[in-house]
């Protein structure tokens, strides 16, 4: 070591937006319903809506600018914690932030190099990416890196966009001035942006439309007025906010046809609305067949009773016929997987259920392994299932 250069802290800020904050470095864990909601915009529209497309125990990325907002919406609706949210500097988990702060995270879980992060993305880790809607055409590309004489470069941009399993894109229908209004519910164009977003063909593609419909991507854009997915035909529109006319602040205001739905609906009133959406309340609402899944090359089951109630006997029958239903056709004893964080039941079933889990152990399954991080839960059901010869649970 040839010198030591000692920096004064007015010169070194922790972000671009603050000196320092230790909730970013885990030093102090900040309480998150501390942090104010997002006033009610069109951004916060559009982040509400996207929030819609998360599901538990997904990875996820946030893109800088429009995407920020997602986070906040996920904090404010309590369903934070069943996700783990990224962002491409190397923040893993916690709150990702935005704006000057964009790379940062509060009580995140992990921070790694940015190249290890980007070594992830691109291995196809990503559930579910959310990025920015600076120009879209009828082929689904999108333009989000040069605009006439300005190259703004596409960044992390394309690993992302590429691996991910579904790509979302996000932001305004129009850009420029636009000015919106929220009453009743319902959304008011008060003054409409100069530019559209949606043009014939963009100038330069940072993601290919063509490309992710070969590979039977899943793919969605989200504006405060409508929404969009990418189909073999092109572009088709599928969601309309309600109190908006078709022709006049859609339609007119696009350079191509999209196919319009021959189901189109209204966006989802709550998304409108000032109180909380209810989230949390639904964010479980998964059928009990989507909850299972079969993987024949690995001859593994998992079973995902994350937020599921156990609250009658039929509760506890129905998870026994649905299992049934599913490995009958298998013909052969699996190895399962059971998620039960979040699983809730009522103390008087609990002899019921672990019977019913016995029966079932006994007839398909090879081994099972059971994770909670409920340690309540594990000491509650983990005695049931251990009197009963049935493996314990694991943290």
């Not at 019921?352 to 309540?376: G, H, L, Q």
């Amino acid at each position: 070591m040839d010198c030591v250069v000692v920096s004064r802290p007015e010169n070194h800020w922790q972000t671009f937006g603050d000196v320092y904050n230790p909730a970013r470095s885990c030093e102090i864990r900040m309480p998150l319903q501390s942090i104010a909601p997002m006033e009610m915009s069109a951004r916060k529209i559009i982040a509400r809506r996207a929030a819609l497309e998360l599901r538990p125990n997904t990875i996820v990325n946030l893109g800088i600018g429009m995407p920020e907002g997602i986070s906040n919406v996920a904090n404010e609706e309590g369903i934070l914690t069943y996700m783990t949210l990224t962002a491409e500097p190397g923040v893993i988990g916690g709150l990702p932030e935005g704006g000057l702060n964009f790379g940062a995270a509060i009580d995140t879980d992990c921070l790694i190099d940015q190249n290890s992060q980007f070594d992830f993305y691109d291995g196809g880790g990503l559930d579910v990416a959310f990025l920015g809607l600076a120009q879209a055409d009828r082929d689904g590309n999108l333009n989000d890196s040069k605009f006439g004489p300005r190259l703004a470069g596409a960044g992390g941009f394309i690993n992302i966009s590429q691996n991910a399993k579904k790509v979302v894109f996000v932001g305004t229908f129009t850009v420029g001035g636009l000015k919106t209004e929220i009453q009743d519910g319902k959304l008011t164009i008060l003054q409409e942006g100069r530019e559209t977003k949606f043009i014939d063909q963009v100038e330069h593609v940072t993601f290919s439309g063509q490309y992710a419909s070969q590979k039977n991507q899943t793919v969605m854009y989200i504006t405060e007025r409508c929404v969009f997915r990418l189909t073999r035909a092109g572009m088709e529109l599928v969601e309309i906010a309600p109190g908006l006319d078709l022709e006049k602040d859609i339609l007119n205001l696009m350079h191509f046809r999209p196919i319009v739905s021959e189901c189109l609906q209204f966006m989802d009133d709550r998304i409108f609305r000032h109180e909380l959406m209810g989230m949390q309340h639904d964010f479980f609402d998964i059928s009990l067949e989507e909850r299972l899944t079969y993987d024949p090359a690995e001859n593994i089951f998992l079973v995902n009773l994350e937020g599921y109630s156990i609250r009658t006997q039929k509760d506890t029958a129905d998870i026994r016929i649905s299992v049934e239903t599913k490995l009958t056709p298998v013909g052969r004893k699996v190895y399962a997987i059971v998620n039960y964080d979040n699983f809730s039941i009522v103390p008087k079933l609990v002899e019921a259920y672990t019977d019913m889990v016995k029966e079932v152990v006994n007839r398909f399954y090879i081994s099972t392994t059971r994770y909670t991080t409920s340690a309540f839960l594990r000491m509650k059901l983990g005695d049931a299932l251990t009197e009963r010869d049935s493996e314990h649970f694991h943290g």
